[in-house]
């Protein structure tokens, strides 16, 4: 099984930036995605965005706006998120997840989960 360890967390002034970090180990398949979600207080979890671990190319849902970036170190197994010019309502607990098969944009299909980072924006 995928084991995966979300970290980065923490409060941020609204304005800043901040990099969160995914690090999977145990996988046992080639194709595959991860991606980004996030749940807010009160919200139902949504989609941020992901990457084909294959080919590096990546997907974001529309609201990011260009200020979240998604990248990888594929020989630490990792997964980051950047997201600039921080908002309130960026407030959220973020997940990373995995899912088989490599195109990212198919939110449903993840299904291994890490145990999410708190991101708390001040403003």
């Known amino acids: 099984q995928v084991q995966l360890v979300e970290s980065g967390g923490g409060l941020v002034q609204a304005g800043g930036s901040l990099t969160l970090s995914c690090a999977a180990s145990g996988r046992t398949f080639s194709n595959y995605a991860m991606g980004w979600f996030r749940q807010a207080p009160g919200k139902e979890r949504e989609f941020v965005g992901g990457?084909?671990?294959?080919?590096?190319?990546?997907y974001y849902a529309r609201f990011v706006k260009g200020r979240f970036t998604i990248s990888r170190d594929n020989a630490k197994s990792t997964m980051y998120l950047q997201i600039d010019s921080l908002k309130a309502e960026d407030t959220a607990v973020y997940y990373c997840?995995?899912?088989?098969?490599?195109?990212?944009?198919?939110?449903?299909?993840?299904?291994?989960w890490g145990q999410g980072t708190q991101v708390t924006v001040s403003s």
């Open positions: 990457i084909d671990w294959n080919s590096g190319d990546t």
């Open positions: 997840a995995t899912k088989r098969g490599s195109i990212p944009n198919i939110p449903q299909a993840y299904d291994y």
